[in-house]
Structure formats: structure tokens, C-alpha cells
């Protein structure tokens, strides 16, 4: 499974991807994240680890996730240390008219999950996304 989303935000990029990629703010703009919580103390960067409870397909999900490259305000990557989906989870920032280029792009393989079920949640997951770079545009923007 390979889901790329974007948006295009109206606020520097500094500004988007310090808060995108900020775990405290996930449950403000991930629909799905009801409790977010870090893992590692100090500064966010290579290593960091943060613990995300979620609510997808009808089911809470409880995962962490690691940070394995991160060039602040560029691109995040994070892949999960524990839980039901291994996924890497891809933030990217780009300079875009005056605003922020954001894209969002989850890959992975659902273990216990037939190939027929990832094809089934691939556009589950981008309606998903989608709403959730929605929320974070119009928090952001609003500001």
C-alpha cells in the first residue's frame, strides 16, 4: 500500500512543518488521533519516539512511531516501532507561491491483512488523509 496526499497551505513553511511534524499537535489535525504522547525528551530529530492512539475501521489502535530522518522544515520520515500496521509515514515541505507545499505519504503493509484488504484500505486511507491536511490548512490558516 502506497497513498500520497497534498496540500497547499497559506503560512510559510517553517511555520507548517514545525506543527505538522510537532507529535503534541496530531490529535489537533489527525481526525483519527485522539491522544498523542513523547517518547524521548529534548529537541525532535533522529530517533525520537512518540505514542499514538487512534480510531480506524472501528478499532482503537495503539502504536509508536519513530523519527529515522528529519530536516527541519523539508521532510519528515517515521516508521513504526510497534503496533498492527507497520507503516512508514513521509511528511515533505516545499516552497509553493508564496504558501507551504505539504505531502503526506503513508506506505506499508497491514500484517494479517490479504493483498485484496490493502487495496480495499489504499483509498480508505486517502480520503483519511485527505481530511486530515484539510484540518491542519484551516488550523493553520486561521491563525
Do not use: C
Not at 514545525?18 to 489527525?30: G, H, K, T, V
Not at 507545499?101 to 490493502?118: D, E, I, K, Q, V
Amino acid at each position: 500500500m502506497n497513498v500520497q496526499t497534498e496540500v497547499v497551505i497559506n503560512r510559510p513553511r517553517t511555520q507548517v512543518a514545525d506543527y505538522a511534524a510537532n507529535p503534541d499537535n496530531a490529535p489537533q489535525w489527525y481526525v483519527n488521533i485522539h491522544k498523542s504522547q513523547r517518547l524521548t525528551d529534548g529537541p525532535l530529530g533522529v530517533g525520537s519516539k512518540a505514542a499514538f492512539t487512534a480510531r480506524f475501521l472501528g478499532r482503537e489502535l495503539n502504536y509508536t512511531y519513530e523519527f529515522v530522518e528529519y530536516v527541519p522544515g523539508g521532510k519528515l520520515v517515521m516508521r513504526t516501532a510497534q503496533g498492527p500496521f507497520p507503516m512508514q509515514t513521509t511528511y515533505t515541505w516545499t516552497d509553493d507561491d508564496g504558501g507551504t507545499r505539504m505531502t503526506l505519504g503513508n506506505s506499508g503493509r497491514p500484517s494479517g491483512f490479504s493483498r485484496l484488504a490493502g487495496l480495499v484500505m489504499a483509498p480508505m486511507m486517502r480520503r483519511e488523509n485527505r481530511k486530515d491536511l484539510r484540518k491542519l490548512k484551516a488550523i493553520l490558516e486561521s491563525q
